[in-house]
């Protein structure tokens, strides 16, 4: 599998799978059974967004009515206007008042296999469990000093209390700020400043493939760079040694013990903040993203609702393997999945530990019906070999997913034969960060699926592809992808920084908000999504900003200057080629060892998922007579592709051949 040829086929593909009658027969209920349904729904949010909205929102608690739907003033969208509610309420309580308490909520499967039978170490949280736990934890918070509008930043390795931790801190009115436990402490610093949050909740440590990744001394030492925190919260999971500071630090055993297992809601406001998220741009500083509570809360409900077609009380059971660091795991592991009275599955490591099986394992023990995951993941099982997926049960699905990157009809195909038995649905669903929620997806038993496209916007979402003007492009022609009205998920700005919210997302297209993804629709109307068109690098599912990786390279004594590229990856997708100039003082000891310490130095500086895949030295990098570097002409020769890009401009045209030589 070359990735070149998976991007051609991408553009030829023409399959087209229907919805499948063994889907229909085993969902005794079908949200949107029909393209005809599915088209008048769709008209129907277009033409009457606020009517629409009400309805879906209406199936969730609120503690005041709000007095209009939506009030837009572009940029500016604010949903529920007036509303109170409380998410952790429509995530656990309402399910509670409804009866419902001694359902399993969350069904969680540690790493570590517990004995020499390969054993699990797994944790059924009920609703009420649920409830007691989040209400512990809030209250400790509050002995804690924390309070409403405060944020409150998660670090932590997949474990309950992760999403224990982020609901408590709805459930008294602060902000969660969780930082994926794969970044390093540098991470950490300018996260944690940008948010100016004082209590910063861990882990000793968390399992990964074994070993264990040490939390709790990485933010050791981020906060001894801080100066504004004044307690690390610490839950022990890995037993691994650590450090305490007996002022700051305090163990989650302790804060919860003795405290009230009940915690009234706050009622906030609809348009308060729930969370942030950092994501990468294309500068060198990640942007906070910010996420508001009632329209989050009714759109990813509603997205989950429809794209996975959830459906209580027929056994379902809801996996999806992100990580909560990332949005997938803050949308479709926790906010949207837990309303829609589904138990949601979370598991703790690495899907190929103790053995490549792993997930198959889980499907057939859990009898989990719906699977989410990446296509890099998907290459990864395909790599694997069939043999693992084909020694197990899976006759338990009803739906696959796939998030976080385009993919190529090859995994596409190997996902619907070799897991879903050529009849589960997959929907390929298209969103961001910053839509909160899935913006263009089949929904199943209803959407004809094509490998490689994500389909057609879900209602709500008045997608398109236009040109920088702002006008809508024919069939098959490449463009920006838009989305031309306001959407209830929609980010309502980056932390901090109004002008770079404007500008990043209004200015290209005024009006209209420019998604940083070039894209075409077909004859269909299916949209085919072709890559980023900023400085941003999708490796393995996960935004990577270039010039974030390129200032951790400069920031090693032995680099000048640097220029990060995205090139083809069979298992990534995307991999992080990095051109890097040296310093005198290290010219001429070029080699290895240096690029493996190039490689060390920026996992230490950002973390493992940033180590560049290939680093070529070069004497000089190839700039513009106005200084631009040339990436387009990086990206070419990091793929081994003879240029096409116009060269007229380059200062240096002998370093191109140079840069093209695999070594110097
Ligand atoms: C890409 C992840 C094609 C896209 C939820 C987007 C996709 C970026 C798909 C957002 C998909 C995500 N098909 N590309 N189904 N899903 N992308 O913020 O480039 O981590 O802009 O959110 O991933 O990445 P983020």
Redesign the pocket.
Known sequence: MSTPQAIESLLTETRVFEPSQAFRARSKTVHCPDMATYRALYQRSMQDPAGFWAEMASHYSWSKPWSKVLEWECPDAKWFVGATTNISVNCIDRQIDAGLGDQVAIIWEGEPSTNDAGGHEVRRLTYADLKREVCTFANGLKSLGVKRGDVVTLYMGMVPELAIAMLACARIGAAHSVIFGGFAASAIVDRVQDANSSVIVTCDGAWRRGQVVPLKANVDEAVSRLTGVRHVVCLHRCGNDIKWNGGRDICWHDLVKGQSHECAPEAMDSEDLLFLLY?SGSTGKPKGIRHTIGGYMVFTATTARYTFNLVPGENQVFFCTADIG???GHSYVVYGILPNRVPTVMYEGAPNFPKEDRFWEMVERHKITHFYTAPTAIRAFMKWGDEHPKKHDLSSLIVLG??????NPEAWIWYHEKIGSSHCPIV???????TGGHIITPLPGCTPTVPGS?TLPFFGIDAAIVNEQGEELPPNQGGLLVIRKPWPAMLRGIHGDRARYIETYWSKVPGMYV???GARRDERGYFW?M??IDDVI?VSG??LGTMEVESALVSHDAVVEAAVVGMPHEIKGTGIAAFVTLAPTHQGVTGDALRKALCEHVTKEIGAIARPDMIRFTGALPKTRSGKIMRRLLRDIAAGKESSQDTTTLEDFSLLAKLRETDE
């Not at 796939?402 to 993919?407: D, L, M, R, S």
């Not at 390929?428 to 910053?434: C, K, S």
Request: with cysteine.
């Open positions: 994501t990332w949005v997938t796939t998030v976080g990157e385009p993919i390929d669903t298209m969103w961001q960060t910053e994500c998604a940083g993804d999504i890559g980023r999708n996960h935004r």
